[in-house]
């Protein structure tokens, strides 16, 4: 797809293709993800003899960074840093948090390292985040686990609301 350029500049690096110098590129591409296009901000390079385009590890996180973004605040997914700061602040174990989710537990911990979760279970998340809503999912789901464990989990995301 075509990239709209925002801007354009020297960069202080060789083409790994010619050897010659390097332009760096800002601008904006569309990408597809999830059935849905989006306009993403990118920054590449430029050689100036080949007009070849290339990237380092770091401009496609950037990238990807900024594309998954863009899905979570369309869809309300929360981040991954959203999602870990939540389950710390109940004190739940990814184990605890998950069973209460119905997600299975290495499906959150993907979740947690960046991974984006599908739109429905986005929005899981981002209701159990929401005011007493954790506490009415523990409820349904209380037969899972122990009575002592059951209180304990109500304990610790009680005293987190407050």
């Not at 990239?3 to 060789?14: C, L, P, R, V």
Request: glycine letters at 6%.
């Amino acid at each position: 797809m075509e990239t709209k350029i925002i801007s354009e500049q020297m960069a202080d690096i060789k083409s790994p293709i010619t050897g010659g110098p390097v332009r760096e590129v800002r601008g904006v591409k569309k990408f597809d993800f999830r059935n849905e296009t989006y306009d993403v901000p990118v920054r590449f390079y430029k050689c100036v003899e080949s007009q070849e385009e290339f990237t380092s590890g770091e401009q496609d996180e950037e990238w990807s960074s900024s594309l998954y973004s863009l899905y979570r605040e369309k869809h309300g997914i929360p981040s991954p840093e959203e999602i870990k700061e939540f389950r710390e602040k109940n004190e739940l174990s990814l184990q605890e948090l998950s069973s209460i989710l119905g997600l299975d537990e290495d499906t959150l911990t993907q979740y947690e390292k960046g991974e984006v979760p599908n739109e429905a279970e986005g929005k899981l998340l981002s209701i159990c985040m929401c005011d007493n809503n954790l506490i009415t999912l523990l409820g349904i789901c209380k037969n899972q686990f122990s009575k002592d464990e059951c209180e304990s989990m109500y304990d610790r995301i009680h005293s987190a609301i407050q």
